[in-house]
């Protein structure tokens, strides 16, 4: 259950790896509890914030014939394995009954592919911002030369130098440049 | 900033030693969450010297196991959560601790066009007879109702279940109630998943402004003035950091006098906006700060300020709600499950605000006896 595409894929990949079955991928579904029911599952992972949770939890409390789905955070996970699907923001039911060995590996699998996707994201989020950083410096530039009849290496090295003075990152004098000169 | 908020007459509330931490608070997404965001949207977290860092969490699920299992150090709980914890139920099992009330009433149970049509006419607050009838109408006709609330063990569900059973109705098997995250409350009534719902505000409004549903009464209706939210310290944190409950605590009360003062309410409006609602008009924020729903004066609206000391007998009916219901296990004691009800870090940061105890609230409403369960 994730609303996040291509998390979804790579946690279904990676179960599918380990010998589940993926019965099927449930995205802000209106009738959770029917899917839940139709689809067999035996245990359902999902971002921990996920909205859905609090349906899958009324599930429990509300209907006493379906389904019965448990959080998996429950007293019977070990601390390490609840703290490690805390801070990669999974979270997994079991569907009453099942026997928690059999559960286990899911949880792991999950946990490691969340972990994965965050890494990934925190990545390209990083990749983003130096592009962005990249265009600012090169705009500076552009208008340094511009306005001061510089060179290129001149107009990077008065950056610099001014980086340099007032203890500021070369991006932070940038987009104070760009800023004014546009003002 | 803040000073126009304390009364410069008045001692500010102050830490006594510097907060070792930041700490971490968790809230959702609804206009009793204004407490909180106004705290720190005036700067009275700082004027009390704490650090405090909010995080809007996505579902109430979230929220408990992150106050459970220590992602989160406070947070704004639904009132019979605690209890729920204090329980272990769904084997989740937490001491936390209850700080302030975050307010009263301001939940409203809206009804689907076709729903409030088969009705028929209809005075505000809806007699519940009235809607039994046409309720068995419908499930006469082969579609039962569906109605939604937010989480199982909230005020909602309880309310709603009284208000239900007062109309002759069995909330098990004469409806089908579903939960639903308050913000897709009025998507799913446009889909017509469900027939109604009883959520926060400003979702009742925002579903009426957007021509989906009308609201049939508001939850003071049904206990006027009862305790909403709460904000919860997670186990031990009170004890480990008694200084920093006691000035979180104190912000809150101030937060909670700034938002009942009326000249106060339409910046109330825009912080909620900017922060929590940005796709939201203020009309359908304000609603609730104004006392009305759909354009009626709520007997009984939303209140902050004589909401925040936390009342044990009035936290108990939510225990007997949930023992009605079958939803907590039989040989749970009363002094087990309301144990994080206490008031000894709301006297100690009201002291400091030279805060008085609000006067004592309604009484809940009588249950009948157990006749048919």
New interface residues.
Partial sequence: MDSDTERAAAVEAGLVAAGCVVVGIAA?T??L?RAVRESGAEVIVCG?????????????????DEPRP??L????AEPEQ??AA?AAGV?AYVVEGLAPARVRPVIEVAIRRFRAHQALREELALARQEVEERKLVDRAKALLMQRHRLSEPEAYRRLRRLAMDRGQKLVAVAAEIVGKMKA | MPSAILDPALPRPALHRPALRTLRLGLVQLTDAAPVLVAEELGLFDAVGLRVTLSA??????VR??L????LDAAQLLGPMPIALAA??????SQVTVGAGLGANGNTLTLSLPLAEAIGRFTRPLPAASFAAALRRRAAAGRPVTLG?????SSH?YLLRWWLASGGLDP?RDL??????P??CAG?LA?G?IDGFCAGEPWGSHAVERGLGTIALSSGDIWPNHPEKVLAFAAGYAARDPESAIACTAAIIAAARWLDAPENQAEAVHILQRRLFPALGAREIAAAFEGTAEGWLQAAPLRFRTATLPRREQAAWWLRQMRRWG?VPAGLTEATALSPWRQDLWRAAAARLREVEPPPPAPPPGEPADRDR
């Fill in positions: 802000g209106a009738d509890t921990l914030d996920d909205p859905s949770r609090d349906e899958l939890e009324g599930m429990r409390a509300l209907h006493r448990v959080v955070f429950a007293e019977k609840i703290e805390l979270a | 969490e996505g579902a109430w699920a979230a196991d992150k459970a299992f220590g992602a272990g139920l769904d084997g989740v099992r609330v937010v989480f199982p063990y569900n098990d089908r109630l579903v939960t639903v995250p913000p897709l799913r889909e998943a939803h």
